[in-house]
C-alpha cells in the first residue's frame, strides 16, 4: 500500500518504520526539517527499543521517503495517518494547533486529486472533533464531499513509549470509527494480521475510548499508589496485597463493576470506604482519589435527582428500592437515598420491588422497614400493575427478566421511563424513554 504519514514524533515515526518494515511504500511528513535530515540519513528521530536499526534498514530498504510537502505526499499514497501532537494548553483545554493546520493543508491538497483519499487521524482528540470540525475543514478547504471523494477515520493508537515497536506489533486492539465501509476494507488490509480484536465503531466513540482508556489507566497507576501509601502506614506488603488483588480475575480484573448504571450503595462498599478513610486520616496518609469516591457516587444520586425533577411529573413509580436486584437488603440502598428525595420534594410516591415485598410478607426485613424506613415501607406496593397504573413516571432501577418483560404490557405511552439500569427490553417498552446517562 502507499501510505503517508503526517507528524514524524513517537506514534509516526514508530509506525513509519513498521509499516516498511511491513513491506510498504512510505512517505513521511513533518515541519521539522532537522527531523526529516536525520531520517533521511537512516537515523530515528525518537530515543525508542529498535528503531535505531529499524530506521536504517527501513531507509535503506528504498520503501520511505520524507518530505515537508503535504500535497506531494497525499498525491504519492492512498491513505495518510495524521500522527500531530496535540499537547496541553495552559488552561489544560487540547492545543489542536498542528491537527488544525496539517488538516488545512490535506484539504488543499486533495483539491487537485482525483482518486479517493483516506485520512485516519491518529493523534489524540478531544471526542467531537473530527465530526464537529476536522471533517468540515477538510470538505472546506478541497471542495469534494467526504464519503466520496475521500474518507475519514478515527483509530486511536495505544503503543506506549519505551516498547513503541513491540506495543505496534501486537497492540490491545484495533479501534477504528468510521461511518464507512470502503477505509474499513483499507484499514483492516494494513491492520487486521495484527494478534488482536478489530472493532469498528462511530468516530466519536473512537475518539472517547482513547480518553477513556488512558483515564483507566491513570486511574489504575494511582490505585495502587494510594493503596501502597496506605499500606506503607499499616507495616503491610503493598506489592503482596495488590498481586493478590489481581489474582480475582472474577471481581477485580474483569468487566464486573464497569457497566455504566445508578449509584453503588448496599452494606459493604460505602462502609468500607468510610473505614479506609478514617484509616487513612489515623494514620496522616492522605488518599485524595478514595477519598473524592463517596462524594462523586453522591453526585450519580444527584444526577437521578435532578432528571425526575426536570421531568415535571409528580406521581412517581420506583421499581426496585433494594441496593441491587435480587436481594431484600435496604441498608444503604441509593433507591432509598433517592426515594427520600423525592418525597422530600413533595412529590407522589409509590415502590414495587419484588425482593423487598417477599422478605416483608415472610418477615425477615420487616423490622427494618417498619423502624428504620417506615416512611417509605407504607409506600410500598404489593403488584407491579398498581404501581404502573398510579405513575406518570416510572424509575426502572432493577431489571429482572419478569419485571423487564412485564413493563412491555403494562407501560402507558403517556409515561415517562427513567432507566438506571438500561432494560434490555427497552426498545420494546411503549412509553417516553430516557437512561440515567446514556
Ligand atoms: N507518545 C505516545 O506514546 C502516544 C501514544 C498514543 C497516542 N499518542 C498521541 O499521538 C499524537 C502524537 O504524539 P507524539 O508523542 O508522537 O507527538 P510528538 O510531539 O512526538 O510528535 C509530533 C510531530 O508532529 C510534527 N508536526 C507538528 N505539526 C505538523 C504539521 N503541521 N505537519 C506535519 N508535522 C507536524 C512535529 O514536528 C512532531 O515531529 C498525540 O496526539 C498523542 O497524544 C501518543
Redesign the pocket.
Known amino acids: 500500500m502507499k501510505i503517508s504519514v503526517?507528524?514524524?514524533?513517537?506514534?509516526?515515526?514508530v509506525s513509519l518504520a513498521c509499516l516498511a518494515r511491513d513491506r510498504h511504500q512510505v512517505i513521511g511528513?513533518?515541519?521539522?526539517s532537522a527531523?526529516l535530515a536525520l531520517l533521511s540519513e537512516g537515523k530515528t528521530?525518537?530515543v525508542e527499543a529498535g528503531m535505531v536499526e529499524l530506521m536504517a534498514e527501513v531507509m535503506a530498504s528504498g520503501r520511505v521517503t520524507v518530505t515537508a510537502e503535504?500535497q506531494a505526499a497525499v498525491h504519492g499514497s492512498d491513505i495518510s495517518l495524521i500522527?500531530?501532537?496535540?499537547?496541553s494548553a495552559q488552561n489544560g483545554s487540547q492545543d489542536q494547533s498542528?491537527v488544525v493546520?496539517?488538516t488545512r493543508?490535506l484539504g488543499a491538497a486533495l483539491r487537485s486529486k482525483t482518486a479517493p483519499h483516506i485520512i485516519v487521524f491518529?493523534?489524540?482528540?478531544a471526542p467531537g472533533t473530527v465530526d464537529g470540525m476536522l471533517r468540515p475543514l477538510l470538505e472546506e478547504t478541497s471542495g469534494k464531499r467526504h464519503g466520496e471523494d475521500f474518507y475519514v477515520c478515527f483509530q486511536?493508537?495505544?503503543?506506549?513509549?519505551g516498547s513503541?515497536i513491540r506495543d505496534y506489533d501486537r497492540p490491545p486492539f484495533t479501534v477504528v470509527g468510521t461511518a464507512h465501509e470502503y477505509p474499513v476494507t483499507v484499514l483492516k488490509a494494513l491492520f487486521g494480521h495484527l494478534p488482536c480484536e478489530f472493532h469498528v465503531t462511530s468516530i466519536q466513540a473512537a475518539e472517547m475510548v482513547?480518553y477513556c482508556c488512558n483515564n483507566f489507566h491513570a486511574l489504575k497507576i494511582t490505585f495502587a499508589n494510594e493503596t501502597a501509601r496506605l499500606c506503607e502506614a499499616l507495616g503491610v506488603d503493598s506489592f503482596e496485597v495488590m498481586d493478590l488483588l489481581c489474582r480475582d480475575t472474577q471481581l477485580n480484573i474483569s468487566p464486573a463493576y464497569l457497566r455504566p448504571g445508578f449509584a453503588f450503595g448496599g452494606s459493604c462498599l460505602p462502609k468500607d470506604l468510610r473505614a479506609t478513610m478514617y484509616l487513612s486520616r489515623q494514620h496522616d496518609v492522605d488518599l485524595p482519589m478514595l477519598g473524592s469516591i463517596l462524594a462523586s457516587n453522591r453526585q450519580h444520586l444527584e444526577h437521578a435527582i435532578s432528571k425526575v425533577l426536570a421531568s415535571g411529573r409528580r406521581r412517581i413509580g420506583m421499581i426496585g428500592l433494594s441496593f441491587k436486584t435480587g436481594t431484600d437488603d435496604l441498608r444503604e440502598s441509593p433507591l432509598v437515598l433517592l426515594a427520600e428525595h423525592l418525597i422530600g420534594k413533595g412529590l407522589s410516591l409509590s415502590i414495587y420491588d419484588p425482593g423487598v415485598t417477599l422478605s416483608r410478607l415472610l418477615g425477615a426485613n420487616r423490622r427494618y422497614i417498619e423502624q428504620t424506613i417506615a416512611h417509605i415501607g407504607s409506600l410500598m406496593r404489593e403488584r407491579l400493575e398498581e404501581v404502573v397504573e398510579e405513575s406518570d413516571l416510572l424509575i426502572v432501577a432493577q431489571g429482572d427478566p419478569a419485571t423487564a418483560s412485564a413493563l412491555v404490557q403494562l407501560a402507558r405511552k403517556d409515561q415517562l421511563l427513567l432507566d438506571l439500569t438500561r432494560l434490555p427490553n427497552r426498545a420494546d417498552i411503549k412509553c417516553k424513554y430516557e437512561g440515567l446517562c446514556w
Not at 83 to 87: L, N
Not at 156 to 161: D, G, S
Open positions: 503526517l507528524g514524524l514524533g513517537y506514534v509516526g515515526a511528513v513533518d515541519i521539522d527531523k528521530p525518537v503535504v500522527c500531530v501532537g496535540t499537547p498542528a493546520r496539517v493543508e491518529r493523534s489524540t482528540l486511536p493508537e495505544f503503543l506506549r513509549e513503541s482513547k
